[in-house]
């Protein structure tokens, strides 16, 4: 079993939408919880981080974590056509959660 | 926010020779960087863990005598690809976190291509 999992996609949906994106992780002591958004050829960008159970918003995404679940996702409401990445799940890992576990990343694309 | 400086952003190199890519974390000390590795349409995957002032700490797998990582200050680690090959091409990152607790943010990433 993979560290981190999502599903890799594509997911397409249309402007407006609101687009879901799911992350599974195995090592059920991790305490953070990251989602990054990766343009094709571009390093990384953090959208969001979450380390207790439930919802966190911030603008248009929401992260959700559910540690018994194992489980993280990520809502982005109203989905442009300039939200089409790559996003990326990253669970820390270490005493600190000092480096990362990074899952396959999703595809998104929003159609116009 | 917290700026990490990576250069150069694209390397063409010959088989055999060595580059250096270089991380700067600009606004802040960073302690420990970490190295990425990441082909295409795959995802990023860790390579070393650079402490400053000691020696990194490799992921399974890597060969550190041949993905050399030197941390010399608090704000500079530099990974040098040793006797490069065709196979060594790939997207490189690197990213550090302002204190124990930050958020790690990304340099912009070397893409290295060996001929």
């Known amino acids: 079993q993979k560290e981190v999992e999502q599903n890799s996609g594509p997911l397409s949906v249309p402007e407006g939408a609101i687009a879901s994106l799911n992350c599974t992780y195995s090592?059920?002591?991790?305490?953070?919880f990251f989602w990054y958004r990766q343009y094709s050829g571009k390093s990384p960008e953090l959208i969001m981080f979450?380390?207790?159970?439930g919802d966190k918003e911030d603008g248009r995404f929401t992260a959700q974590l559910n540690k018994a679940s194992q489980y993280v996702s990520l809502l982005i409401r109203d989905s442009q056509p300039s939200d089409s990445a790559t996003y990326l799940c990253?669970?820390?890992?270490?005493?600190?959660?000092?480096?990362?576990?990074f899952g396959p990343g999703t595809r998104l694309s929003v159609l116009p | 926010g917290a700026v990490v400086s990576q250069h150069p952003s694209r390397v063409i190199c010959k088989s055999g020779t060595s580059v250096k890519i270089e991380c700067r974390s600009l606004?802040?000390?960073?302690?420990?960087m970490f190295w990425y590795r990441q082909f295409p349409k795959q995802s990023l995957m860790l390579m070393a863990t650079?402490?400053?002032?000691?020696?990194?700490?490799?992921e399974q797998g890597v060969e550190k005598d041949k993905f050399l990582i030197n941390h010399a200050s608090l704000t500079l680690s530099t990974l040098t690809v040793t006797s490069a090959h065709p196979e060594d091409s790939s997207f490189y990152i690197c990213?550090?976190?302002?204190?124990?607790?930050?958020?790690?943010?990304f340099g912009s990433g070397t893409q290295l291509s060996v001929l």
């Open positions: 990213s550090a976190r302002d204190g124990r607790w930050g958020n790690p943010f």
């Open positions: 990253a669970v820390g890992r270490g005493n600190y959660g000092q480096n990362f576990v």
């Open positions: 090592d059920r002591g991790s305490q953070s």
């Open positions: 979450i380390y207790s159970n």
């Open positions: 606004d802040f000390q960073a302690t420990t």
């Open positions: 650079s402490n400053e002032g000691s020696k990194a700490t490799y």
